[in-house]
């Protein structure tokens, strides 16, 4: 049961860079999201989709691009890396409403 | 806009103490106040949650106390053992727009002390 897969672990990029972050679920939970954790900051949403088909904006969504491929995959784009978006990434998915969110192990990025 | 303040940012304390986090929260459609466990190098995982229509609740060794009218809620950890150190999260959801979306407090590092 793998639950949230997120590829890659870890990746370090020079600024400029573009990459895309993969994240996939088995849950057949419709909403998933992307957050980002740095030190001292906790979890910040980027950006969500709550069901196929939609995405919307979180509290920090300037610099990053998502997709949501189908109900099972969501990725994270990055079309210029710059250094202030160094941080470990996670993906998590949840059934709607008051159910718990299961995250990945997040891919820890490093932009130089 | 933080919408749910969590303190302290770390806690030191002895086995077999008892660690209270606390959270305070801004938003008064918040109706699912989870807490999140996380050790190092994985993802949060869900720990116990709580919803407004209860004033405790208990799994474990962990009890979430909730404050409707002060928009406040704690975690203690009962009889804490050194397995336990990680870093705590609250967070809430709930509320229209918002039910979709969980917000995080800062985070607690807790270390227990053998």
């Known amino acids: 049961n793998a639950g949230v897969t997120q590829t890659p672990k870890f990746q370090v990029l020079k600024t400029g860079q573009s990459m895309t972050l993969q994240c996939a679920q088995d849950m057949n939970h419709n909403s998933m999201y992307w957050y980002r954790q740095d030190p001292g900051m906790g979890l910040r949403l980027i950006y969500y989709?709550?069901?196929?088909?939609?995405?919307d904006k979180g509290e920090v969504p300037n610099g990053y691009n998502v997709s949501r491929l189908n109900k099972r995959e969501f990725s994270l784009r990055l079309e210029s890396a710059a250094p202030s978006q160094t941080s470990v990434y996670f993906c998590a998915s949840r059934t709607p409403g008051s159910s718990p969110l299961h995250f990945g192990n997040g891919t820890r990025l490093t932009v130089t | 806009q933080q919408q749910v303040k969590q303190s302290p940012q770390s806690l030191i304390v002895q086995k077999g103490g008892i660690p209270i986090i606390n959270c305070a929260y801004e938003?008064?459609?918040?109706?699912?106040f989870p807490w999140y466990q996380q050790f190092p190098g994985k993802g949060p995982a869900l720990l116990i949650a709580?919803?407004?229509?209860?004033s405790e609740k208990k799994e474990g060794r962990f009890t979430i106390s909730f404050n409707k009218s002060a928009k406040q809620f704690s975690l203690h950890i009962m009889d804490s053992q050194p397995g336990d150190s990680a870093t705590y999260f609250c967070a809430a959801s709930g509320g229209g727009g918002s039910n979709y979306k969980l917000t995080f407090g800062k985070g607690t590092l807790l270390t227990v002390n053998p």
């Open positions: 938003n008064t459609a918040f109706d699912y």
């Open positions: 989709s709550a069901s196929e088909g939609t995405t």
């Open positions: 709580i919803r407004p229509d209860v």
